[in-house]
């Protein structure tokens, strides 16, 4: 398939243009693919990101701030996110001991055995990228890299 087709469009005013389009509808399409696979385990793309980056802190508590800092999607509400994930009993949250201001969370162990069964859906996640070889997705991710940097 190509965006031409996917889109039913055959015109772009140049291919910056089709780029950016096209960029727009694969992180759609790849959004939708991650969806049903979070949705087996009742969790979203937000959470499970909060969760992956309170796991990589090696078990120690983050604030609200550093998870905002770290996470893929900057505009999640970070705080409503945390809250529904303490209603699951995947975290715990508490107030910082050297800055009362501030909220610590932590991931409990229930969070971290879910994270343990998504991650048995690794080759399944890293196979909506099947059509890329190895050297493809490097080359892709120093493409994006160097657009982002465009700045």
């Not at 087709?5 to 089709?18: A, G, L, M």
Request: proline fraction near 1%.
């Amino acid at each position: 398939m190509t965006i031409e087709r996917d889109i039913n469009q055959n015109k772009f005013r140049n291919e910056h243009q089709k780029s950016a389009i096209n960029l727009i509808y694969t992180f759609n399409w790849m959004n939708e693919k991650f969806d049903k696979i979070f949705e087996q385990f009742d969790i979203t793309q937000q959470q499970f990101n909060i969760l992956r980056i309170l796991r990589g802190a090696g078990g120690g508590p983050l604030s609200t701030l550093q998870i905002r800092q770290r996470m893929l999607d900057k505009m999640s509400d970070t705080s409503r996110i945390v809250d529904r994930l303490i209603k699951k009993g995947l975290v715990k949250k508490n107030i910082c001991k050297s800055d009362r201001r501030l909220v610590d969370v932590i991931i409990t162990e229930k969070g971290k055995r879910l994270l343990d069964k998504i991650d048995s859906t690794n080759e399944t996640m890293d196979a909506i990228l099947k059509n890329l070889t190895q050297a493809d997705a490097k080359n892709l991710n120093q493409l994006l890299d160097k657009l982002r940097n465009s700045e």
